[in-house]
DNA sequence: TTTTTCATGTCAGAAAACCTAACATAAGTT
DNA sequence: AACTTATGTTAGGTTTTCTGACATGAAAAA
């Protein structure tokens, strides 16, 4: 899950390639650049290069201008989107923390069931609820 | 299926950001050209432009290189690879065949039993395999 | 309506990246 | 020893990209 996003910020296309991929002009897309809504790498020798996430923003940008929407309006699209997958992140996190908070919970009653079910083969009721907490 | 192909022979990279990707000198891959194991497109200005399929054979040849093998030798191994894969599309091609055949003969049975099964709703024995002709 | 602002076009001069061709060389082959 | 193979290195030329400046049409503001 994580190699596919390194994969795709690497910084390999040179902005002659990223023009035909986008059908942006290269006045267009560094004009964008200044106004930070990409920000492309550069070669040693201060070429811009840009990953895959640079182009798929570009085509944003693209659809967004197409829309009639300024420079002022897709920085805030862009904050807005920002700030809606960090939240979102947030929420996993929280699922998350609620998740293991249960897992305690069954931990305990694991437990006790086996304190109290003893040398019983047949499992309990719960088996399958605990099935996550073995292999 | 066909679109990824597509993707993957699309020349994207100039000679650069190969050499980074690969660990090979540009010498080394213009020689591998001049060899042809590999034949990059070429933009109007003639810089190479090399796609995903060619960086792929880049490092397959460099694998051949560590391995001891010469230049000759790696033409031969694309040259078995690729009647290998050809066979392999006729042996598919020969399977659909095979497959089609019986097809037609579904279709007769087919016929068949809707002369002599006649007005019946309740469907044949052999619908499952009947379904993939509707719809 | 006139003036500003915005997004983009265009041009110039400089630097980076790439091209081909040629010669150099270490290691392996004849 | 002479040749071949795979690669390094250098030179001179062309293409691509860079920044900065000025130009412009359309929309917004005054």
Redesign the pocket.
């Known amino acids: 899950m994580a190699g596919n996003e390194i994969r795709r910020s690497m910084p390999l ?7 035909q991929l986008t059908e ?12 930070k809504l990409i920000s ?1 790498a ?8 840009f990953s895959l996430n640079d182009i798929d923003r570009l085509l944003e ?2 659809d967004l ?1 197409d829309r ?7 920085k805030e699209v862009f904050a807005v989107k920002e700030n809606q997958t960090a939240t979102a992140e947030m929420e996993k996190q929280a699922e998350k923390a609620r998740r293991e908070l249960s897992d305690d919970e069954l931990r305990k009653i694991l437990r006790s069931e086996l304190q109290h079910a003893g040398r019983f083969n047949r499992s309990s009721l719960r088996q399958g609820d605990m099935s996550r907490f073995f292999q």
Chains 1, 2 share one sequence.
């Open positions: 296309f040179p902005i002659g390639i990223v023009m942006l002009t290269a006045r267009q897309i560094r004009y964008y650049e200044e106004h492309p550069r070669t040693e020798g201060n070429r811009r290069m940008i693209k201008i009639g929407i300024n420079m002022a309006g897709i």
